[in-house]
């Protein structure tokens, strides 16, 4: 059975950096692409960043391009996100996943099969 927990979030000033962590279970942590998503109250959750098992293969949504960063590890199975120049609008509950479904690397949760539960990362103004 294969366990996501993330951990990393908290509050912190517009500006300010958080780097979030994503440490999976068992053996096939390297076998996965691992998404990055966040949902904020009463919106949709959506997709921020997503890297391929071999990490050679990166997506990052428009509104955090250039402030955050993916990055894996499959010997720790580990896989971080850093967040930089945070505002008030990343807000949300962060969750990291694994795609089950399909050979791309999709930024839609529907192709994912396995999720974290969540880590809250709140940014004052």
């Known amino acids: 059975q294969v366990q996501l927990v993330e951990s990393g979030g908290g509050l912190v000033q517009a500006g300010g950096s958080l780097r979030l962590s994503c440490v999976g279970s068992?053996?096939?942590?390297?076998?996965?692409?691992v998404g990055w998503f966040r949902q904020a109250p009463g919106k949709e959750r959506e997709f921020v960043a997503g890297?391929?098992?071999?990490?050679?293969?990166?997506l990052v949504a428009d509104p955090v391009k250039g402030r955050f960063t993916i990055s894996r590890d499959n010997n720790k199975n580990t896989a971080w996100l850093q967040m930089n120049s945070l505002k008030p609008e990343d807000t949300a509950v962060y969750y990291c996943?694994?795609?089950?479904?399909?050979?791309?690397?999709?930024?839609?949760?529907?192709?994912?099969?396995?999720w974290g539960q969540g880590t809250q990362v709140t940014v004052s103004s």
């Open positions: 890297m391929k098992w071999l990490g050679d293969s990166t």
């Open positions: 068992g053996r096939t942590f390297s076998r996965y692409t």
């Open positions: 996943a694994f795609q089950t479904t399909g050979l791309d690397l999709y930024p839609d949760p529907a192709y994912y099969g396995h």
